[in-house]
């Protein structure tokens, strides 16, 4: 399958600094990136869609202020988490789709990210 | 918007026996069913997919069949191993749009 790489896998950082994350498609052009949120034993939790070049589309309650999302190129996105918070602790992953893949979803590994 | 179902939202089985998850959709409009593993700490993994023009695909231990009628697809293992142990994700899409995932089945499968 497609490789999807997500850094940091892990990230512990005071209240009120930002932390960013990258999510780049290695082997393929990735057309459209995701980023989810995940908290423990639950569902995938989309928060933005993500086109090369152009703003992102986030969900309903996903404040875009806080969670700054660039596509700038066809293989990497990233996200920042701005002024994080611990509440803002969370597991995020980010996906990329390509079609010329089929359009089929690839995950990266995912970003702990814990807010003290 | 497009509803996934997942069930069982848990699921134990002994080593060698065939472990199934079903997931049902409410938009006939999808058309690519995949499944994705996930273990802990770690992100999914497509284990395999199908799409609306086929009833049913496997690969090795693993197969899916999709029931457009009915708008429910399933997750076949066979011969479960302990490694198989982690949570299985179904999800749902129409082309070019998001995917819509359901909430997760956690498969344990006993030695």
């Known amino acids: 399958g497609a490789v999807v790489s997500q850094h940091p896998s892990r990230v512990i950082c005071k209240s009120g600094t930002s932390v960013k994350i990258e999510c780049r498609s290695l082997d393929f052009q990735a057309t459209t990136m995701f980023w989810y949120r995940q908290f423990p034993k639950q569902s995938l939790m989309l928060m933005a869609t993500s086109n090369e070049g152009s703003k992102a589309t986030y969900e309903q309650g996903v404040e875009k202020d806080k969670f700054l999302i660039n596509h700038a190129s066809l293989t990497l996105s990233t996200l920042t988490v701005t002024s994080a918070h611990p509440e803002d602790s969370s597991f995020y992953i980010c996906s990329a789709r390509s079609s010329n893949r089929g359009e089929k979803l690839f995950f990266g590994s995912g970003t702990q990210l814990s807010v003290l | 918007g497009e509803n996934v179902e997942q069930h069982p939202s848990t699921l134990s089985v002994q080593e060698g026996d065939s472990a199934v998850i079903k997931c049902t959709y409410s938009?006939?409009?999808?058309?690519?069913f995949p499944w994705y593993k996930q273990e802990l700490g770690k992100g999914p993994q497509l284990i395999i997919d199908?799409?609306?023009?086929?009833g049913e695909k496997k690969d090795q231990r693993i197969a899916v069949t999709l029931n457009k009628t009915a708008k429910h697809f399933s997750l076949h293992i066979t011969e479960t191993q302990p490694e198989d142990s982690a949570v299985y994700f179904c999800?749902?899409?129409?082309?070019?749009?998001?995917?819509?995932f359901g909430t997760g089945t956690s498969l344990t499968v006993i030695p």
């Open positions: 199908i799409r609306s023009n086929v």
């Open positions: 938009d006939s409009a999808s058309n690519y």
């Open positions: 999800a749902a899409s129409t082309t070019g749009n998001q995917f819509y």
